[in-house]
């Protein structure tokens, strides 16, 4: 695959749900309670920065399908806005299955001081878990990005 970078890319477990994926490194665990609707949520992040940009996956212990996808894909763009206070948007947004299961892919962009910063997203409804896949980094690693996402997809596993 050419725009991958040559590393040893780490399966990454999820011990709580069996969720794993492998990410181009060792991954740090950030773990959080966040509000859904009003619902407090257990959810726990597995990312990492590369010199292409941040690569992770991230498993909230809710019924993917308790929300739409769609209203899941607003959250995240609304939580990088008041985490970063810059907008991150959504484009070419579709519906597919993954493994048999409900999900949303987008590309992400985000108009930064700095730098354009670009993306891509999927959202995964599970019967119990709501899974997300993210990649984002400066624009003009767009191609390497792009390949890290479909690393971290062909390698992701629900059981």
Do not use: C
Request: proline share 8%; glycine share 6%.
């Amino acid at each position: 695959m050419t725009g991958t970078p040559t590393v040893d890319w780490v399966e990454t477990a999820d011990p709580p749900s069996g969720i794993s994926a492998e990410l181009p490194g060792k991954a740090t665990v950030r773990k959080a309670t966040v509000s859904i609707e009003g619902n407090a949520v257990d959810a726990r992040v597995y990312s990492l920065d590369t010199p292409e940009g941040a690569v992770g996956f991230a498993v909230h212990d809710m019924p993917g399908d308790q929300y739409p996808l769609e209203d899941n894909l607003q959250r995240v763009l609304e939580s990088y806005m008041i985490n970063t206070a810059e907008p991150l948007t959504s484009s070419n947004v579709r519906k597919m299955t993954f493994d048999g299961r409900p999900a949303l892919d987008a590309r992400l962009t985000s108009e930064t001081d700095s730098e354009p910063l670009t993306g891509f997203i999927r959202l995964i409804a599970d019967d119990k878990h709501l899974v997300q896949a993210l990649v984002l980094g400066p624009e003009a690693n767009e191609k390497a990005l792009k390949a890290m996402q479909e690393r971290l997809l062909a390698s992701l596993r629900i059981p």
